[in-house]
């Protein structure tokens, strides 16, 4: 039994359980609402139906429905074997649009695409670079070929 020289209750992890009149008791560290709780809990299922973070992500911010337009594109194309970069063109556009509009939220992915796209372009570069290389080197080593061939 408890005594009134007894430490007092536990503070309750919710604040709307505080009696009128009274002070609610504080949140205590590492306890969440309901809402939050329910959240993280459609989220961890979301991610056992094969949901990505990158998709939760894109999901969570102001691009949600341009997103899932998106994917949807990329699976039935992917679905029917079609070119998915041109069956999906306009909803990728779509999207773009719109994470730009958002780039406060979509910041990191904007910035990625954007050293993605740097670094694919100076793979480019070096692809031409070397094949102009071979093919001057093709060309020098014909006509030195074919100088040999006079010669013999």
């Not at 007092?8 to 009696?19: C, D």
């Not at 979301?46 to 699976?75: P, R, T, V």
């Not at 740097?118 to 071979?134: D, R, V």
Request: hydrophobic share 25%.
């Amino acid at each position: 039994m408890s005594s009134p020289d007894s430490e007092p209750p536990q503070a309750q992890p919710f604040a709307a359980e505080a009696k009128p009149g009274e002070t609610p008791p504080p949140v205590q560290p590492g306890s969440e609402s309901p809402e939050v709780e329910e959240r993280e809990v459609e989220e961890e299922e979301e991610e056992e139906k094969g949901e990505c973070g990158f998709c939760l992500f894109m999901k969570a911010g102001g691009c949600k429905d341009a997103f899932i337009d998106w994917e949807n594109c990329i699976e039935e194309a992917e679905k029917n074997k079609e070119d998915l970069v041109e069956k999906c063109a306009k909803v990728t556009a779509v999207l773009k649009q719109c994470m730009d509009s958002h780039s406060d939220y979509y910041e990191p992915i904007l910035r990625a695409e954007k050293a993605a796209e740097k670094q694919a372009i100076e793979e480019l570069e070096k692809e031409k670079e070397l094949e102009a290389q071979s093919d001057k080197n093709a060309t020098n080593d014909g006509a030195s070929g074919s100088k040999s061939n006079d010669e013999k």
